[in-house]
């Protein structure tokens, strides 16, 4: 289970990005009080649920892994090329200088949005924004 769960947390930190993994979190935490409480189909547990599942629906791939020594080591991600993931190697590389901006860098809210705006620029490609 610690693998399983190793893998999930690293397909976690490809898709989400602070705020949501932060929600998400808190989520997790509530969801486990309700459960072990035995409020299975409590308002609040059934809206936490239908909230993860928002979230489950937009990770997806495969994560390699090699274990040493009882640790789980990162070898990467495949199959998600296309996926609404937080990394675009556009980007990431500044040998593509057409792709940053460096006025980004001059004002720390629209540094702050830029993961917001990757996301929203894979997940909703027809605003063209």
Do not use: C
Request: net charge negative; aromatic share 12%.
């Amino acid at each position: 289970m610690e693998v399983l769960g190793q893998a999930f947390e690293f397909l976690l930190q490809l898709y989400l990005d602070r705020r949501a993994r932060e929600l998400y979190e808190t989520l997790s935490r509530f969801l486990a009080v309700q459960i072990y409480q035995g409020y299975w189909y409590d308002l609040g547990t059934t809206a936490a649920l239908d909230a993860i599942a928002r979230y489950a629906s937009l990770v997806s791939g495969t994560v390699i892994l090699r274990l040493s020594k009882g640790q789980v080591i990162f070898e990467g991600i495949e199959g998600v090329e296309d996926a609404p993931t937080l990394y675009s190697e556009d980007d990431a590389s500044m040998e593509r200088a057409g792709s940053f901006d460096h006025a980004d860098a001059e004002g720390f809210l629209r540094v702050l949005g830029v993961p917001a705006r990757n996301f929203a620029n894979r997940m909703f490609p027809h605003l063209d924004r």
